[in-house]
Protein backbone atom coordinates (compact mmCIF):
# COMPACT_ATOMS: atom_id res chain seq x y z
CA UNK A 1 0.00 0.00 0.00
CA UNK A 2 1.29 3.64 -0.64
CA UNK A 3 2.20 5.20 2.39
CA UNK A 4 0.28 8.44 3.41
CA UNK A 5 0.38 9.15 6.93
CA UNK A 6 4.21 7.72 6.62
CA UNK A 7 4.88 9.84 3.31
CA UNK A 8 8.32 11.50 3.00
CA UNK A 9 9.54 10.30 6.54
CA UNK A 10 12.75 9.12 4.97
CA UNK A 11 13.73 12.42 3.89
CA UNK A 12 15.85 13.62 6.92
CA UNK A 13 14.20 16.89 6.37
CA UNK A 14 11.02 15.52 6.56
CA UNK A 15 9.83 18.41 9.19
CA UNK A 16 10.33 21.25 7.61
CA UNK A 17 7.75 23.05 5.70
CA UNK A 18 9.45 23.48 2.52
CA UNK A 19 9.67 19.79 1.88
CA UNK A 20 6.11 19.85 3.01
CA UNK A 21 4.81 21.50 0.21
CA UNK A 22 7.16 20.33 -2.23
CA UNK A 23 5.88 16.51 -1.33
CA UNK A 24 2.35 18.61 -1.72
CA UNK A 25 1.65 19.42 1.57
CA UNK A 26 -0.79 21.97 2.61
CA UNK A 27 -2.80 21.72 -1.54
CA UNK A 28 -5.64 19.93 0.76
CA UNK A 29 -6.16 22.86 3.02
CA UNK A 30 -7.12 24.87 0.10
CA UNK A 31 -9.22 22.24 -1.38
CA UNK A 32 -11.22 21.86 1.87
CA UNK A 33 -11.27 25.64 1.92
CA UNK A 34 -12.90 25.43 -1.73
CA UNK A 35 -15.06 22.46 -0.96
CA UNK A 36 -16.82 24.49 2.15
CA UNK A 37 -17.82 23.58 6.04
CA UNK A 38 -20.38 21.46 5.07
CA UNK A 39 -19.20 19.60 2.24
CA UNK A 40 -15.69 18.38 4.14
CA UNK A 41 -18.24 17.27 6.53
CA UNK A 42 -20.30 15.00 4.08
CA UNK A 43 -17.03 13.77 2.77
CA UNK A 44 -15.72 13.07 6.40
CA UNK A 45 -19.57 11.21 6.83
CA UNK A 46 -18.76 9.15 3.59
CA UNK A 47 -15.40 7.82 4.79
CA UNK A 48 -16.35 6.16 7.64
CA UNK A 49 -13.03 7.50 9.60
CA UNK A 50 -12.97 6.26 13.67
CA UNK A 51 -11.05 7.62 15.80
CA UNK A 52 -7.42 6.21 15.95
CA UNK A 53 -6.94 6.96 19.94
CA UNK A 54 -8.54 3.82 20.76
CA UNK A 55 -12.26 3.81 20.97
CA UNK A 56 -12.83 3.75 17.19
CA UNK A 57 -15.20 6.33 17.84
CA UNK A 58 -17.18 7.44 14.46
CA UNK A 59 -15.20 11.00 13.60
CA UNK A 60 -18.08 12.45 11.84
CA UNK A 61 -20.53 11.77 14.80
CA UNK A 62 -18.11 13.71 17.14
CA UNK A 63 -18.11 16.47 14.73
CA UNK A 64 -21.30 16.64 14.26
CA UNK A 65 -22.39 16.93 18.48
CA UNK A 66 -19.78 19.42 18.68
CA UNK A 67 -20.81 21.38 15.61
CA UNK A 68 -24.58 21.75 16.55
CA UNK A 69 -23.97 22.97 20.22
CA UNK A 70 -24.08 26.87 19.31
CA UNK A 71 -22.43 27.61 21.89
CA UNK A 72 -18.35 29.69 20.93
CA UNK A 73 -15.65 29.83 20.84
CA UNK A 74 -15.09 25.98 20.20
CA UNK A 75 -11.81 24.25 20.82
CA UNK A 76 -9.81 21.84 19.30
CA UNK A 77 -7.50 19.53 20.96
CA UNK A 78 -5.21 17.07 19.79
CA UNK A 79 -4.56 14.22 22.07
CA UNK A 80 -0.54 13.49 21.72
CA UNK A 81 -0.42 12.05 24.89
CA UNK A 82 0.54 8.96 23.76
CA UNK A 83 1.31 6.80 26.70
CA UNK A 84 -0.70 3.30 26.36
CA UNK A 85 2.45 0.80 27.17
CA UNK A 86 3.61 -0.77 23.63
CA UNK A 87 2.53 2.43 21.41
CA UNK A 88 4.89 4.87 19.90
CA UNK A 89 2.98 5.43 16.42
CA UNK A 90 2.24 8.86 16.67
CA UNK A 91 5.53 9.81 17.25
CA UNK A 92 7.15 9.46 13.51
CA UNK A 93 4.24 11.71 12.68
CA UNK A 94 5.15 14.37 15.55
CA UNK A 95 8.65 14.45 14.73
CA UNK A 96 9.09 13.79 11.22
CA UNK A 97 6.04 14.70 9.81
CA UNK A 98 4.14 17.08 12.22
CA UNK A 99 2.74 19.60 9.40
CA UNK A 100 0.36 16.32 7.92
CA UNK A 101 -0.75 17.49 12.06
CA UNK A 102 -0.96 20.86 11.61
CA UNK A 103 -2.79 20.94 8.04
CA UNK A 104 -4.94 18.30 9.63
CA UNK A 105 -5.97 20.40 12.53
CA UNK A 106 -6.25 23.49 10.40
CA UNK A 107 -8.84 21.77 8.16
CA UNK A 108 -10.71 20.46 11.14
CA UNK A 109 -10.55 24.04 12.92
CA UNK A 110 -12.01 25.23 9.60
CA UNK A 111 -15.07 22.49 9.52
CA UNK A 112 -15.97 22.62 13.13
CA UNK A 113 -15.66 26.68 13.87
CA UNK A 114 -12.76 26.11 16.30
CA UNK A 115 -10.64 28.82 16.22
CA UNK A 116 -8.00 28.10 18.89
CA UNK A 117 -6.14 24.24 19.05
CA UNK A 118 -3.73 22.99 21.28
CA UNK A 119 -1.59 19.68 20.84
CA UNK A 120 -1.65 17.77 24.28
CA UNK A 121 1.61 16.45 23.82
CA UNK A 122 3.16 13.93 25.93
CA UNK A 123 5.98 14.94 28.71
CA UNK A 124 8.29 11.61 27.92
CA UNK A 125 8.48 13.04 23.92
CA UNK A 126 10.55 16.23 24.53
CA UNK A 127 12.16 16.18 21.03
CA UNK A 128 8.91 16.31 19.50
CA UNK A 129 8.24 19.25 21.42
CA UNK A 130 11.00 21.57 19.97
CA UNK A 131 10.16 19.86 16.55
CA UNK A 132 6.33 20.76 16.88
CA UNK A 133 7.17 24.60 18.06
CA UNK A 134 9.52 25.18 15.04
CA UNK A 135 6.86 24.01 12.75
CA UNK A 136 4.18 25.72 14.65
CA UNK A 137 5.94 28.91 14.10
CA UNK A 138 6.91 27.95 10.23
CA UNK A 139 3.17 27.78 9.61
CA UNK A 140 2.17 31.03 11.20
CA UNK A 141 5.14 32.64 9.23
CA UNK A 142 3.26 30.91 6.20
CA UNK A 143 -0.26 32.24 6.58
CA UNK A 144 -1.53 28.49 7.33
CA UNK A 145 -2.33 29.57 11.11
CA UNK A 146 -3.28 32.61 12.19
CA UNK A 147 -6.22 35.47 11.88
CA UNK A 148 -5.95 35.21 8.31
CA UNK A 149 -5.18 31.75 6.73
CA UNK A 150 -4.76 31.74 2.83
CA UNK A 151 -5.80 35.40 3.05
CA UNK A 152 -8.93 34.27 2.84
CA UNK A 153 -10.26 35.15 7.02
CA UNK A 154 -9.61 32.30 8.41
CA UNK A 155 -8.18 32.31 11.88
CA UNK A 156 -6.99 29.17 13.71
CA UNK A 157 -4.55 29.43 16.24
CA UNK A 158 -2.22 26.44 17.56
CA UNK A 159 0.30 25.93 20.28
CA UNK A 160 1.80 22.94 22.32
CA UNK A 161 0.83 21.90 25.91
CA UNK A 162 2.62 19.73 27.14
CA UNK A 163 1.68 16.92 30.02
CA UNK A 164 4.02 15.54 32.41
CA UNK A 165 4.00 11.83 32.62
CA UNK A 166 0.78 10.64 33.59
CA UNK A 167 -1.12 7.89 31.81
CA UNK A 168 -4.29 9.22 32.73
CA UNK A 169 -4.30 12.44 30.56
CA UNK A 170 -4.89 10.33 27.22
CA UNK A 171 -8.73 10.25 28.98
CA UNK A 172 -10.11 13.05 27.12
CA UNK A 173 -11.61 14.51 30.47
CA UNK A 174 -8.41 14.45 32.50
CA UNK A 175 -6.87 15.53 29.37
CA UNK A 176 -9.02 18.31 29.44
CA UNK A 177 -8.32 18.89 33.33
CA UNK A 178 -5.13 18.47 32.64
CA UNK A 179 -5.12 21.64 29.98
CA UNK A 180 -7.11 23.59 32.69
CA UNK A 181 -3.84 23.36 35.11
CA UNK A 182 -5.38 20.38 37.29
CA UNK A 183 -4.76 16.90 38.34
CA UNK A 184 -5.81 15.23 35.39
CA UNK A 185 -9.01 13.50 37.13
CA UNK A 186 -11.60 12.15 34.71
CA UNK A 187 -14.87 13.78 34.74
CA UNK A 188 -18.11 12.74 35.06
CA UNK A 189 -19.09 12.30 31.75
CA UNK A 190 -22.37 13.84 30.96
CA UNK A 191 -22.21 16.41 29.66
CA UNK A 192 -19.41 14.80 27.35
CA UNK A 193 -16.42 17.29 26.32
CA UNK A 194 -18.11 18.20 22.66
CA UNK A 195 -20.77 20.02 24.75
CA UNK A 196 -19.32 21.02 27.65
CA UNK A 197 -15.31 20.65 27.20
CA UNK A 198 -12.28 22.43 28.10
CA UNK A 199 -12.95 26.28 29.87
CA UNK A 200 -17.15 24.64 29.63
CA UNK A 201 -16.54 24.95 25.92
CA UNK A 202 -17.15 22.80 23.19
CA UNK A 203 -14.83 20.99 22.64
CA UNK A 204 -13.37 18.25 19.91
CA UNK A 205 -10.40 15.61 21.42
CA UNK A 206 -8.66 13.56 18.86
CA UNK A 207 -5.71 11.33 18.33
CA UNK A 208 -2.69 12.73 16.46
CA UNK A 209 -3.22 9.96 13.92
CA UNK A 210 -7.35 10.47 13.22
CA UNK A 211 -6.28 14.45 12.85
CA UNK A 212 -3.51 13.48 10.08
CA UNK A 213 -5.64 11.47 8.30
CA UNK A 214 -7.58 14.05 7.25
CA UNK A 215 -5.73 15.44 4.15
CA UNK A 216 -5.36 12.19 2.70
CA UNK A 217 -9.50 12.40 2.95
CA UNK A 218 -10.00 15.47 1.23
CA UNK A 219 -7.11 14.57 -1.39
CA UNK A 220 -9.01 10.96 -2.54
CA UNK A 221 -12.55 11.78 -1.57
CA UNK A 222 -14.61 10.13 1.35
CA UNK A 223 -15.62 7.41 -1.05
CA UNK A 224 -12.09 6.62 -1.87
CA UNK A 225 -11.36 6.52 1.43
CA UNK A 226 -14.22 4.14 2.54
CA UNK A 227 -12.64 1.66 0.16
CA UNK A 228 -9.33 1.29 1.91
CA UNK A 229 -9.19 -1.03 5.03
CA UNK A 230 -12.10 -3.05 6.02
CA UNK A 231 -16.02 -1.60 5.53
CA UNK A 232 -16.48 -1.14 9.13
CA UNK A 233 -13.80 0.73 9.81
CA UNK A 234 -11.74 2.33 6.69
CA UNK A 235 -8.58 3.94 6.17
CA UNK A 236 -4.40 3.06 6.59
CA UNK A 237 -3.77 2.47 10.36
CA UNK A 238 -0.60 2.97 12.01
CA UNK A 239 0.87 -0.51 13.58
CA UNK A 240 3.77 -0.19 15.88
CA UNK A 241 5.06 -3.69 16.29
CA UNK A 242 7.35 -4.89 19.41
CA UNK A 243 9.49 -7.55 21.45
CA UNK A 244 10.20 -10.54 19.87
CA UNK A 245 9.74 -10.02 15.82
CA UNK A 246 12.36 -9.76 13.62
CA UNK A 247 11.40 -6.33 12.46
CA UNK A 248 10.18 -4.27 15.16
CA UNK A 249 8.51 -0.62 14.23
CA UNK A 250 5.83 1.25 13.22
CA UNK A 251 4.25 0.05 9.92
CA UNK A 252 1.54 2.28 7.76
CA UNK A 253 -0.99 -0.85 6.83
CA UNK A 254 -4.88 -0.80 5.56
CA UNK A 255 -6.94 -1.31 8.60
CA UNK A 256 -8.23 -4.56 9.10
CA UNK A 257 -5.15 -6.58 8.05
CA UNK A 258 -4.78 -10.57 9.93
CA UNK A 259 -2.82 -9.83 12.79
CA UNK A 260 -0.51 -12.67 11.84
CA UNK A 261 0.40 -10.92 8.28
CA UNK A 262 1.33 -7.90 10.49
CA UNK A 263 3.64 -10.08 12.25
CA UNK A 264 4.97 -12.42 9.83
CA UNK A 265 4.92 -10.75 6.18
CA UNK A 266 5.88 -7.26 7.33
CA UNK A 267 7.85 -8.35 10.66
CA UNK A 268 9.61 -11.10 9.65
CA UNK A 269 8.37 -13.08 11.99
CA UNK A 270 9.47 -14.65 15.63
CA UNK A 271 12.91 -13.07 16.58
CA UNK A 272 15.61 -15.63 15.99
CA UNK A 273 13.42 -18.29 14.70
CA UNK A 274 12.18 -18.60 18.63
CA UNK A 275 8.48 -19.80 18.92
CA UNK A 276 5.88 -17.70 19.61
CA UNK A 277 3.58 -17.61 22.72
CA UNK A 278 1.45 -14.79 22.59
CA UNK A 279 0.35 -11.72 21.76
CA UNK A 280 -0.65 -8.16 23.46
CA UNK A 281 -2.77 -6.52 19.83
CA UNK A 282 -3.49 -3.33 20.66
CA UNK A 283 -1.26 -1.94 23.73
CA UNK A 284 -1.02 -3.20 27.28
CA UNK A 285 -4.68 -2.07 28.34
CA UNK A 286 -5.68 -5.06 25.60
CA UNK A 287 -6.51 -8.69 26.31
CA UNK A 288 -3.58 -10.75 25.70
CA UNK A 289 -4.33 -13.58 23.01
CA UNK A 290 -2.25 -17.03 22.67
CA UNK A 291 -0.32 -17.92 19.82
CA UNK A 292 -3.09 -19.89 18.16
CA UNK A 293 -5.46 -17.20 18.08
CA UNK A 294 -3.72 -14.37 15.81
CA UNK A 295 -5.47 -15.17 12.83
CA UNK A 296 -7.79 -12.18 13.25
CA UNK A 297 -8.53 -8.48 11.27
CA UNK A 298 -7.21 -5.79 13.01
CA UNK A 299 -10.20 -3.40 13.35
CA UNK A 300 -12.44 -1.63 15.91
CA UNK A 301 -15.04 -4.35 15.04
CA UNK A 302 -13.71 -7.40 14.50
CA UNK A 303 -11.09 -7.89 17.48
CA UNK A 304 -13.77 -7.64 20.20
CA UNK A 305 -15.26 -11.01 18.32
CA UNK A 306 -11.36 -12.71 18.51
CA UNK A 307 -11.15 -12.02 22.49
CA UNK A 308 -9.69 -8.74 22.65
CA UNK A 309 -9.52 -4.92 21.11
CA UNK A 310 -7.75 -3.08 18.52
CA UNK A 311 -6.42 -0.47 20.82
CA UNK A 312 -4.04 2.03 19.57
CA UNK A 313 -2.49 -0.92 17.15
CA UNK A 314 0.60 -1.58 19.51
CA UNK A 315 1.18 -5.25 18.82
CA UNK A 316 3.45 -6.43 21.74
CA UNK A 317 4.97 -9.50 20.56
CA UNK A 318 6.61 -12.20 23.20
CA UNK A 319 8.70 -16.01 22.57
CA UNK A 320 8.56 -18.79 24.38
CA UNK A 321 10.85 -17.09 27.27
CA UNK A 322 8.49 -14.59 28.53
CA UNK A 323 6.64 -15.44 31.75
CA UNK A 324 2.97 -14.39 31.77
CA UNK A 325 2.80 -13.94 35.44
CA UNK A 326 5.66 -11.89 35.04
CA UNK A 327 4.09 -9.80 32.42
CA UNK A 328 0.83 -9.67 34.30
CA UNK A 329 2.40 -8.44 37.13
CA UNK A 330 4.55 -5.44 35.27
CA UNK A 331 1.16 -4.68 33.80
CA UNK A 332 -0.58 -4.39 37.17
CA UNK A 333 2.14 -2.48 38.58
CA UNK A 334 1.99 -0.01 35.67
CA UNK A 335 -1.94 0.29 36.87
CA UNK A 336 -1.81 0.96 40.14
CA UNK A 337 0.93 3.88 39.70
CA UNK A 338 -1.08 5.16 36.87
CA UNK A 339 -4.31 5.15 38.77
CA UNK A 340 -5.46 8.62 39.40
CA UNK A 341 -7.51 7.64 42.94
CA UNK A 342 -10.56 9.00 42.32
CA UNK A 343 -12.47 6.05 42.12
CA UNK A 344 -11.93 3.14 44.65
CA UNK A 345 -12.30 -0.03 42.42
CA UNK A 346 -9.17 1.42 40.87
CA UNK A 347 -7.41 2.35 43.37
CA UNK A 348 -8.15 -0.03 45.56
CA UNK A 349 -8.36 -3.00 42.92
CA UNK A 350 -5.17 -1.93 40.99
CA UNK A 351 -3.44 -2.21 44.41
CA UNK A 352 -4.69 -5.73 45.60
CA UNK A 353 -4.05 -7.08 41.91
CA UNK A 354 -0.57 -6.17 41.74
CA UNK A 355 0.02 -7.63 45.32
CA UNK A 356 -1.16 -10.85 44.60
CA UNK A 357 0.95 -10.77 41.64
CA UNK A 358 4.03 -10.20 43.45
CA UNK A 359 3.58 -12.97 45.69
CA UNK A 360 2.89 -15.23 43.25
CA UNK A 361 5.50 -13.97 41.16
CA UNK A 362 7.99 -14.45 43.51
CA UNK A 363 7.05 -17.65 44.72
CA UNK A 364 5.28 -16.62 48.12
CA UNK A 365 1.37 -17.73 45.76
CA UNK A 366 -1.27 -18.93 47.91
CA UNK A 367 -4.06 -21.50 47.01
CA UNK A 368 -6.33 -19.84 45.98
CA UNK A 369 -4.67 -16.81 44.81
CA UNK A 370 -6.10 -17.14 41.47
CA UNK A 371 -9.31 -17.41 42.27
CA UNK A 372 -8.57 -14.07 44.53
CA UNK A 373 -7.38 -12.69 41.37
CA UNK A 374 -10.11 -13.48 39.68
CA UNK A 375 -12.79 -12.24 42.12
CA UNK A 376 -11.46 -8.68 42.65
CA UNK A 377 -10.66 -8.38 38.77
CA UNK A 378 -14.71 -9.41 38.42
CA UNK A 379 -15.62 -6.85 40.96
CA UNK A 380 -13.43 -3.99 39.34
CA UNK A 381 -14.88 -4.59 35.57
CA UNK A 382 -17.31 -2.29 34.77
CA UNK A 383 -17.37 -0.51 37.96
CA UNK A 384 -14.45 2.14 37.78
CA UNK A 385 -14.94 5.74 36.79
CA UNK A 386 -13.03 5.75 33.53
CA UNK A 387 -11.39 2.95 31.34
CA UNK A 388 -8.56 2.76 32.91
CA UNK A 389 -9.56 0.41 35.82
CA UNK A 390 -11.55 -2.14 33.00
CA UNK A 391 -8.36 -2.20 31.26
CA UNK A 392 -6.27 -3.45 34.44
CA UNK A 393 -9.42 -5.62 35.20
CA UNK A 394 -9.66 -7.18 31.58
CA UNK A 395 -5.45 -8.03 31.29
CA UNK A 396 -5.73 -9.77 34.53
CA UNK A 397 -8.97 -11.86 33.47
CA UNK A 398 -7.88 -12.58 29.87
CA UNK A 399 -4.24 -13.63 31.31
CA UNK A 400 -5.81 -16.08 33.71
CA UNK A 401 -8.30 -18.05 30.99
CA UNK A 402 -5.36 -18.20 28.27
CA UNK A 403 -2.28 -19.09 30.88
CA UNK A 404 -3.54 -20.52 33.80
CA UNK A 405 -1.28 -23.42 34.11
CA UNK A 406 1.80 -20.73 34.73
CA UNK A 407 0.06 -19.17 37.40
CA UNK A 408 -0.98 -23.01 38.94
CA UNK A 409 2.88 -23.58 38.12
CA UNK A 410 4.46 -20.63 40.21
CA UNK A 411 2.07 -21.09 43.11
CA UNK A 412 2.63 -25.30 43.12
CA UNK A 413 7.02 -25.07 42.79
CA UNK A 414 7.13 -21.65 44.73
CA UNK A 415 8.72 -20.34 42.46
CA UNK A 416 9.41 -18.66 38.70
CA UNK A 417 10.87 -21.03 36.59
CA UNK A 418 11.58 -18.09 33.95
CA UNK B 1 10.73 35.32 43.29
CA UNK B 2 11.33 34.78 39.70
CA UNK B 3 13.62 37.42 37.52
CA UNK B 4 12.19 39.42 35.12
CA UNK B 5 12.85 37.49 32.18
CA UNK B 6 11.03 34.38 33.68
CA UNK B 7 8.44 36.38 34.57
CA UNK B 8 7.99 37.60 31.13
CA UNK B 9 8.55 33.94 29.99
CA UNK B 10 5.14 33.09 31.78
CA UNK B 11 3.62 36.20 30.77
CA UNK B 12 3.93 34.59 27.41
CA UNK B 13 2.31 31.54 28.13
CA UNK B 14 -0.63 32.65 30.14
CA UNK B 15 -2.10 34.63 26.69
CA UNK B 16 -2.17 31.11 24.81
CA UNK B 17 -5.02 30.09 27.16
CA UNK B 18 -8.40 31.73 28.40
CA UNK B 19 -7.10 31.85 32.20
CA UNK B 20 -3.97 32.04 34.03
CA UNK B 21 -4.87 28.40 35.53
CA UNK B 22 -4.27 26.86 32.68
CA UNK B 23 -0.59 28.21 32.48
CA UNK B 24 0.14 26.07 35.65
CA UNK B 25 2.28 22.82 34.06
CA UNK B 26 4.10 25.27 31.79
CA UNK B 27 4.68 27.39 34.93
CA UNK B 28 5.79 24.39 37.22
CA UNK B 29 7.85 23.34 33.79
CA UNK B 30 10.21 26.67 33.97
CA UNK B 31 10.17 26.47 38.00
CA UNK B 32 11.70 23.23 37.43
CA UNK B 33 14.30 24.26 34.80
CA UNK B 34 15.02 27.65 37.03
CA UNK B 35 15.35 25.32 40.39
CA UNK B 36 16.49 21.93 38.98
CA UNK B 37 13.78 20.49 41.03
CA UNK B 38 10.35 21.84 42.78
CA UNK B 39 11.37 23.26 46.49
CA UNK B 40 8.81 25.12 48.23
CA UNK B 41 10.22 28.25 47.31
CA UNK B 42 9.76 26.51 43.86
CA UNK B 43 5.97 25.93 43.97
CA UNK B 44 6.20 29.99 45.78
CA UNK B 45 7.21 31.33 42.95
CA UNK B 46 4.49 29.57 40.67
CA UNK B 47 1.99 30.09 43.12
CA UNK B 48 3.14 34.15 43.61
CA UNK B 49 3.61 35.16 39.19
CA UNK B 50 -0.01 33.21 38.77
CA UNK B 51 -1.75 34.43 41.52
CA UNK B 52 -2.98 31.25 42.52
CA UNK B 53 -3.70 29.92 45.90
CA UNK B 54 -0.31 27.89 46.97
CA UNK B 55 -2.40 24.39 47.57
CA UNK B 56 -3.70 24.57 44.44
CA UNK B 57 -0.13 24.86 42.80
CA UNK B 58 1.15 21.96 45.16
CA UNK B 59 -2.12 19.96 44.70
CA UNK B 60 -1.63 20.25 40.56
CA UNK B 61 2.22 19.90 40.87
CA UNK B 62 2.13 16.25 43.26
CA UNK B 63 0.00 14.48 40.41
CA UNK B 64 2.49 14.54 37.65
CA UNK B 65 5.28 11.79 38.22
CA UNK B 66 7.77 14.23 35.90
CA UNK B 67 7.54 17.37 38.24
CA UNK B 68 10.40 16.25 40.63
CA UNK B 69 9.93 17.01 44.84
CA UNK B 70 13.59 16.63 45.47
CA UNK B 71 16.77 17.37 44.60
CA UNK B 72 18.23 15.18 41.27
CA UNK B 73 21.92 14.97 40.22
CA UNK B 74 22.93 16.69 37.67
CA UNK B 75 21.81 14.40 34.67
CA UNK B 76 18.45 12.65 34.84
CA UNK B 77 18.36 9.29 33.94
CA UNK B 78 14.57 8.11 32.64
CA UNK B 79 14.84 4.07 31.78
CA UNK B 80 11.78 2.31 30.85
CA UNK B 81 10.66 -1.23 32.32
CA UNK B 82 7.66 -1.59 31.17
CA UNK B 83 6.70 -4.74 29.32
CA UNK B 84 8.09 -4.03 25.95
CA UNK B 85 11.58 -2.89 27.48
CA UNK B 86 11.36 -5.89 30.08
CA UNK B 87 11.19 -8.86 28.04
CA UNK B 88 14.66 -7.10 26.22
CA UNK B 89 16.47 -6.90 29.14
CA UNK B 90 15.97 -3.34 30.67
CA UNK B 91 15.87 -4.50 34.40
CA UNK B 92 19.40 -6.05 33.80
CA UNK B 93 20.18 -2.69 32.51
CA UNK B 94 18.39 -1.17 36.12
CA UNK B 95 20.62 -3.44 38.02
CA UNK B 96 23.78 -2.88 35.94
CA UNK B 97 23.26 0.92 36.71
CA UNK B 98 23.41 -0.31 40.22
CA UNK B 99 26.59 -2.08 39.83
CA UNK B 100 28.55 -0.20 37.74
CA UNK B 101 27.53 3.52 39.31
CA UNK B 102 25.83 2.87 42.48
CA UNK B 103 22.87 4.38 41.42
CA UNK B 104 19.48 2.67 43.18
CA UNK B 105 16.27 2.80 41.36
CA UNK B 106 14.82 6.05 42.14
CA UNK B 107 18.06 7.11 43.38
CA UNK B 108 20.47 9.65 43.04
CA UNK B 109 25.08 8.35 42.50
CA UNK B 110 26.85 8.99 45.66
CA UNK B 111 28.73 12.54 43.08
CA UNK B 112 25.32 13.53 42.73
CA UNK B 113 26.32 12.92 38.70
CA UNK B 114 23.39 11.07 37.99
CA UNK B 115 19.54 9.81 39.13
CA UNK B 116 17.84 7.27 38.07
CA UNK B 117 14.31 7.63 37.09
CA UNK B 118 12.38 4.17 36.48
CA UNK B 119 9.93 4.94 33.93
CA UNK B 120 6.20 3.53 32.22
CA UNK B 121 7.03 3.36 28.53
CA UNK B 122 8.90 6.53 26.90
CA UNK B 123 7.20 5.55 23.35
CA UNK B 124 10.33 3.51 21.57
CA UNK B 125 9.32 0.10 22.48
CA UNK B 126 10.32 -0.58 18.60
CA UNK B 127 13.99 0.02 19.86
CA UNK B 128 13.73 -1.35 23.47
CA UNK B 129 15.13 -1.14 25.80
CA UNK B 130 15.55 2.82 26.18
CA UNK B 131 16.10 5.40 28.09
CA UNK B 132 15.80 9.16 28.18
CA UNK B 133 19.07 10.67 29.37
CA UNK B 134 18.13 14.59 30.54
CA UNK B 135 16.01 15.28 26.78
CA UNK B 136 18.02 13.08 24.53
CA UNK B 137 16.87 9.43 23.65
CA UNK B 138 18.57 6.38 23.77
CA UNK B 139 17.67 3.31 22.25
CA UNK B 140 18.22 -0.42 21.17
CA UNK B 141 20.63 -0.46 24.75
CA UNK B 142 22.96 -2.79 26.15
CA UNK B 143 25.14 -3.18 29.10
CA UNK B 144 28.08 -2.44 26.60
CA UNK B 145 26.61 0.70 24.83
CA UNK B 146 25.13 1.92 27.97
CA UNK B 147 28.53 2.84 29.47
CA UNK B 148 29.75 4.91 26.61
CA UNK B 149 26.33 6.91 26.34
CA UNK B 150 26.74 8.06 29.99
CA UNK B 151 30.01 9.03 29.41
CA UNK B 152 28.91 11.82 27.55
CA UNK B 153 27.65 13.60 30.69
CA UNK B 154 29.82 14.21 33.33
Given at each position: M??FL ?222 IG ?5 GPK ?14 ELPM ?163 | ?154
Amino acid sequence: MEKFLLRNIDNPNSSDIKEYIKAGGYKNLSRAVGMGQDDVMEEINKSGLRGRGGAGFPTAMKWKFAKADPKFPKYLICNADEGEPGTFKDRPILEKNPHLLIEGMVISGYVLGAEFGYIYLRGEYPAARDILDAAIAQAYKDNFLGDNILGKGIKFHLSVHQGAGAYICGEETALIESIEGKKGQPRTKPPFPVNVGAWDMPTIVNNVETLSNLPLLIEIGGEAYAKIGSEECPGPKLFCVSGHVENPGVYELPMGISLKDIIYEHCGGIKDNAKLKAVIPGGISTPVLPADSIDCAMDFVAMPKAGSMLGSGAVIVMDESVCMVKVTYRALRFFEHESCGKCVPCREGTDWLRKILERIEHGKGRKGDIELLSDVAGVMYGRTFCPLGDGAAGVVLAMIKHFRNEFEEHINTKKCKY
Amino acid sequence: MFNEAVIKEIDEIRVKYPDRKSALLPALYIAQREFGWLSNEAMSCVSETLNLPEAFVRGTASFYSMFRHKEVGRHLIQLCTNVSCMILGAERLIDFLNTKYGIQKNGTSEDGRFSLVEMECIGACGTAPAMLVDTDFYEDLTEENIVGILEQYK
